[in-house]
C-alpha cells in the first residue's frame, strides 16, 4: 500500500501543482521556484492561467502508433506458416485532450470529461496515412465470433459472411488510417439491417481506434482533498468496475497517471487507472534519473501485471477460462471482438505467443510503460505508455480461411505510445538533448530486424512550437 507522508510544504501547495502540472510545471521546478510561484498562483478561478492549464493541456502529446504489416498472407492461409511481421511506424498523431462540464461537489470531488482527439503529424511519421499494409480482417473474425457466441439463430448472417467469404480474405489489404480510424463496410451494413430485425445492431465502422477521435474516455470524479488528490472516486458513476470477476480486481485505484501524492518513495506502488485497458494497474521502481538537474524517480509496469496468477484471476472473462500470460482480455467492452491488449512484442508474455509469429523482439525499455515522477510533488514529468492490440484468429465455422486457425492465434495487429512531457530522455543515455525538436524519423520502413540494435528515438519539440 501506498502510504501519503505529504511534508507540510508540499501538502499546502498541491491542487495547484497539480494543476499546473499540466502546463508549466516542468519550467517552474527548473527555475527552482516551485513554491513561491504556486502559492502565488494556486487559485481555481476561471481565466487563471492555472485553471486554464488544468482543462487545456499545453504540453504536447504525442500518440505514435506501429502497425504490424504480414509479409506471407498465402503462405499463412494456405500452408498454415506462422505470420511474418514487419512492424512499421512510427505514424504519428498529436493528442490533444480538454476537460469540460467540470463541475465541484460539495464532498471535495470534482467531476469532469476530457475531450480528446489525434491530428496526423506526418512530417514525424515514417509515411502518408494512406500507406497500405496487410493485416487481421477484424470484421469478419469479430461478426464470426459475435454470430458464433450470441446470434446463432440467426442463420441469415451466417449465409452473408459465407458469401462475403470468398472474395474477402481473412488477411487483408488496409490504408494505416482505416486499419487505426476505421472504415464503412459494406458487410456491416447488411449485417445491421439484418440485426434490425432482431432490435440489435453493431458499430457501422470498425477500426481498433474507431470511436476514439473527438470525443471523451468517460466521466471522471476525483478527490480534490490533500490526502488522496487525483485519485478517482468513480468513473462513469461506478465505483468498481462489474465486469471483473473478483472484488481486488474491480477496484479502481489511483489516478489518471498524471500525478500521484507527494513524497512519492522508492518503496512505493503508484496505482493508476487506464481506460484503454478498463482496469487499474501499478507501476514499481525502476531506477532513477536527472534531467535539467531535476532528480526523477522512473517507474514502470512490472512484468507480473499481466501474468496469469491468483491476483488476476479477477481479469479472467468468464471466470477460470484465462488467457496465456502477457494479455488483457477486452471483449467485453468491444462488442464481443476477440480483442486483446498486451504490453509491445508481447513483452513480459508467455513465450508461446511471442514465438507463434515470426518477428517479435521484446525489449525491456522500449517496449515497457514508463512513468517519470519528480518524487517531491509526485507530479509525472514524462509518459511512456505503451499498449499493443491484438486480435485472436481461431477456426470458426464459415470462414474457410480461419481453418489454419484451430489451436488459435494472437496476432499483434498495432502498438501505441503514448508520449508526454515537457522534455524527455531515455535510460540508454542517448538523446538527452531536452529541447531538441522533433526528431523527424527515417523516411524509410523500417523492419524488426533493422530495429532491433537501434535505440528507441525520443520525440519533443519544444514548447513555442506547442500549439
Ligand atoms: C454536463 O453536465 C451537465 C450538468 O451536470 C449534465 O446534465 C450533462 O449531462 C453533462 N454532459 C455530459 C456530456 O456529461
Ligand atoms: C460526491 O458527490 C457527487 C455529486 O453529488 C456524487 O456523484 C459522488 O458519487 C460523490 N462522491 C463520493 C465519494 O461520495
Ligand atoms: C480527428 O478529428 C479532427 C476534427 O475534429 C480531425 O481534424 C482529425 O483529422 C481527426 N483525426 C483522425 C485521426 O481522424
Ligand atoms: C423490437 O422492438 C419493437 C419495438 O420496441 C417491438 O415491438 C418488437 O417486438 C421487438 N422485436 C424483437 C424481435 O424483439
Ligand atoms: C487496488 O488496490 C488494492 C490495495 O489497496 C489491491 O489489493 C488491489 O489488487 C488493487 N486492484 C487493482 C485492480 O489494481
Ligand atoms: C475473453 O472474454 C470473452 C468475453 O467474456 C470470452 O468469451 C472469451 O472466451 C475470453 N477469451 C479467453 C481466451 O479467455
Ligand atoms: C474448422 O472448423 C470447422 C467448423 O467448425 C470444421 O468443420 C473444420 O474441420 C475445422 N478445421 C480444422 C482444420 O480443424
Not at 67 to 82: S, W
Amino acid at each position: 500500500m501506498v502510504t501519503l507522508t505529504p511534508t507540510k510544504l508540499v501538502g499546502c501547495f498541491m491542487f495547484g501543482i497539480v494543476l499546473v502540472l499540466i502546463g508549466g510545471i516542468v519550467d517552474i521546478l527548473y527555475h527552482e521556484i516551485l513554491p513561491k510561484r504556486i502559492q502565488e498562483e494556486v487559485t481555481l478561478e476561471k481565466g487563471s492561467k492555472i485553471y486554464d492549464d488544468w482543462v487545456e493541456n499545453p504540453v504536447t502529446t504525442y500518440f505514435q502508433v506501429w502497425v504490424f504489416d504480414i509479409q506471407n498472407p498465402e503462405e499463412v492461409i494456405e500452408r498454415g506458416d506462422k505470420p511474418f511481421l514487419a512492424e512499421r511506424g512510427p505514424y504519428t498523431y498529436r493528442e490533444y485532450r480538454q476537460k469540460y462540464n467540470i463541475t465541484y461537489h460539495a464532498n471535495k470531488t470534482v467531476s469532469y470529461r476530457e475531450l480528446q482527439y489525434y491530428v496526423f503529424d506526418e512530417e514525424a511519421s515514417v509515411g502518408p496515412e494512406s500507406d497500405i499494409i496487410t493485416s487481421a480482417n477484424v470484421l469478419m473474425m469479430t461478426l464470426a465470433d459475435i454470430i458464433k457466441r450470441e446470434y446463432s439463430y440467426v442463420t441469415e448472417i451466417a449465409e452473408i459472411i459465407l458469401d462475403a467469404a470468398d472474395d474477402s480474405k481473412l488477411l487483408t489489404k488496409y490504408t494505416v488510417s482505416q486499419l487505426l480510424w476505421g472504415y464503412e463496410d459494406p458487410l456491416l451494413k447488411r449485417v445491421n439491417s439484418i440485426l434490425q430485425n432482431y432490435n440489435k445492431t453493431i458499430d457501422i465502422k470498425i477500426g481498433l481506434f474507431y470511436g476514439k477521435n473527438n470525443t471523451d474516455d468517460g466521466l471522471y470524479t476525483v478527490f480534490i482533498e490533500k490526502s488522496k488528490l487525483g485519485e478517482i472516486s468513480r468513473w462513469n458513476r461506478l465505483k468498481e468496475l462489474p465486469h471483473w470477476t473478483t472484488k481486488t480486481c474491480r477496484m479502481i485505484n489511483g489516478t489518471e497517471g498524471r500525478f500521484f501524492h507527494p513524497d512519492v518513495k522508492t518503496k512505493d506502488i503508484l496505482y493508476v487507472f487506464a481506460s484503454d485497458l478498463y482496469r487499474s494497474f501499478y507501476l514499481d521502481y525502476l531506477g532513477e534519473k536527472q534531467i535539467k538537474n531535476i532528480q526523477l524517480y522512473s517507474f514502470v509496469i512490472p512484468d507480473e501485471l499481466f501474468a496469469v496468477s491468483d491476483d488476476n484471476a479477477g481479469f479472467c472473462t468468464p471466470y477460470g477460462h484465462c488467457t496465456p500470460a502477457g494479455l488483457q482480455n477486452i471483449s467485453l467492452f468491444k462488442q464481443n471482438a476477440p480483442i486483446y491488449m498486451s504490453q509491445p512484442h508481447f513483452y513480459a508474455g508467455d513465450p508461446d505467443i511471442i514465438n507463434s509469429v515470426i518477428g517479435l523482439h521484446p525489449t525491456p525499455i522500449i517496449h515497457q510503460t514508463i512513468l517519470d515522477v519528480e518524487p517531491m510533488t509526485g507530479i509525472v514529468m514524462n509518459i511512456n505508455k505503451r499498449l499493443q492490440i491484438n486480435i485472436y484468429l481461431q477456426n470458426v465455422t464459415n470462414i474457410r480461411d480461419s481453418a489454419r486457425f484451430t489451436d488459435g492465434l494472437y496476432l499483434p495487429m498495432a502498438w501505441v505510445n503514448e508520449i508526454k512531457g515537457s522534455f524527455t530522455s531515455d535510460l540508454h543515455g542517448e538523446d538527452s538533448n531536452e529541447n531538441s525538436k522533433l526528431i523527424n524519423p527515417e523516411k524509410k520502413i523500417s523492419s524488426n530486424s533493422k530495429r532491433k540494435g537501434q535505440k528507441p528515438k525520443v520525440m519533443f519539440k519544444d514548447k513555442d512550437n506547442d500549439k
